[in-house]
């Protein structure tokens, strides 16, 4: 598996992600995505969109705003529940959360060797002394304080003027947004249960201890789903909203693996009791093995009616579902998916992330699936100094770029341009060359076909340019390699 650092160090050099306001010393829990990340980000969350809203006919979508009536938070319990417990060392002030204590090295200064300093692995005991943390990881040397509850909301204020009526948050979760508006979309869509709402958007908390490159941050993105289902109802014997938390979780687990997830990097995790948030009958959350370590990906929760009805109380207005059949009011339950958008990218990109050797040169190539690939085609000129060649090519970057992202290099040999694709992870690369223009000194007539290159094979195919981009098209729509290069004939 590859090391945080290693991918920390290939998203500063590529483009990918950058630390925010960096000229000024950087903040720890704040990214930026470069060029690549934000074609990266949005390649994820156009999948996740179109299969999770648009192509399902159960599913309807949203873009609430983030900042909500203040009341919102009240009711949803996140202003008295949404917290952390939070211990501060006495002597460095370093703060921490109390239960991940045990999550990290410690410092240990060791009376059994004269006092020596030693970094120690998280949660183990001193080979030399038996001793066990009690002070602050970070300094090995202060007391830490007795924990205190701190709310990981962002308040700000809305307008002008800074007083208890006007404050707001910012949102911790999109979800909110899909409650609150759960009586519009059901009416101005006309939908029946079970149907869900989707949205993709960002959320703030003031984590305590964030960290681990964009894992922990404290303003991320959030893909969320919040699907309804009438509690009365039975699919299969079971009860709808049990039938229907399994297939979430199997949906979610397929999606990951179909863009490209190893299923041995993936597995799940269920909430015990303690575990459980308040709102909860069952979460199970879909772990990956990060460089950090199996961790949560992102969680499917079984949130019942507790959100609905909360609002219901606090607003006043009934939110609940007419059944038909029944001829009875209900409130639905809430099955909850609720991924990352920050934390997928970083697990695509270290599943991705391979060193090879070629030819007796070591090739670092992002084996991205090609529908998330932040380059979908390099177009490159076998010969610089060769006008006609540069201006097919060119014309051909032009002509893809309105279908596919696209980009034209031309600044090194070709062998080095590969790399250089390789390395981000760019699906296939389009080369221009003699061939293909023709050379009239040498009384060779134009052929008019250029060489696609795929990135994973490293072979080539050769195609005229009418076909290319339906050829281009085909690969990033699902056609196997294989087949087209069976069907086109290798170059
Ligand atoms: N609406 C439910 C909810 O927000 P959550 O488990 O707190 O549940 C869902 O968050 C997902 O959001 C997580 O699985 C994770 O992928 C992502 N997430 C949560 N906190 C994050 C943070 N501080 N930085 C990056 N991603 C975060």
Request: charged letters at 30%; a negative charge; hydrophobic letters at 35%.
């Amino acid at each position: 598996m590859v090391s945080m650092d290693t991918l920390v160090s290939l998203c500063k050099r590529r483009g990918f992600v950058f630390q925010s306001s960096e000229i000024y010393g950087g903040t720890g829990s704040c990214w930026d995505y470069g060029p690549l990340g934000v074609e990266l980000k949005n390649k994820i969350k156009q999948a996740w969109w179109r299969d999770f809203v648009q192509r399902r006919a159960d599913m309807v979508g949203l873009d609430a705003s983030i900042l909500m009536h203040s009341m919102v938070w009240k009711a949803s319990g996140h202003v008295d529940h949404f917290t952390d417990p939070m211990v501060d060392c006495r002597e460095c002030r370093h703060r921490f959360r109390a239960d991940q204590l045990d999550e990290v090295p410690w410092v240990h200064y060791c009376p059994a060797t004269k006092g020596n300093k030693f970094t120690i692995p998280a949660a183990e005991a001193c080979s030399h002394c038996g001793g066990r943390r009690t002070l602050c990881p970070d300094c090995g040397k202060g007391e830490l304080t007795a924990p205190r509850q701190f709310n990981l909301m962002f308040k700000t204020f809305m307008g002008p003027v800074e007083e208890d009526a006007a404050v707001t948050y910012l949102r911790p979760e999109t979800a909110q947004g899909i409650f609150v508006n759960f009586e519009n979309v059901q009416q101005s869509m006309r939908r029946k249960l079970p149907f869900g709402i989707g949205q993709i958007g960002k959320a703030f908390r003031n984590e305590i201890t964030p960290g681990n490159f964009i894992f922990r941050t404290r303003e991320f993105e959030q893909m969320e789903i919040e699907y309804f289902v009438n509690p009365h109802d039975t699919v299969d014997g079971r009860p709808a909203d049990e039938h229907w938390h399994d297939r979430w979780i199997a949906d979610c687990l397929a999606w990951f693996q179909r863009y490209g997830l190893a299923a041995e990097n993936l597995r799940l995790h269920e909430h015990d009791r303690a575990e459980l948030a308040h709102y909860s009958k069952r979460t199970a959350d879909l772990q990956y093995r990060f460089p950090i370590g199996w961790s949560e990906l992102m969680g499917i929760a079984n949130r019942t009616d507790f959100d609905l009805k909360q609002h219901a109380k606090w607003s006043g207005k009934a939110l609940t579902y007419f059944d038909e059949e029944r001829k009875e009011h209900v409130v639905p339950y809430v099955i909850e998916p609720s991924a990352g958008v920050d934390r997928a990218l970083l697990a695509f990109l270290a599943d991705a992330y391979r060193e090879e050797e070629v030819r007796g040169e070591k090739r670092v190539v992002l084996r991205f699936h090609p529908e998330l690939a932040p380059i979908s085609v390099a177009v490159l000129p076998l010969l610089k100094k060769r006008g006609d060649i540069v201006r097919t090519a060119l014309t051909i970057r032009d002509e893809l770029s309105r279908r596919f992202t696209t980009v034209y290099d031309d600044t090194a040999a070709i062998g080095r341009l590969y790399r250089r694709q390789d390395e981000v992870g760019t699906a296939y690369c389009v080369t221009v060359d003699v061939q293909t223009v023709g050379d009239t000194d040498k009384g060779e007539a134009a052929d008019g076909k250029v060489t696609i290159r795929d990135r994973d094979s490293m072979e080539q195919i050769r195609v005229t340019a009418s076909q290319l981009g339906g050829v281009v098209g085909d690969l990033l729509g699902g056609q196997r390699w294989a087949e087209v290069a069976a069907e086109v004939g290798r170059a």
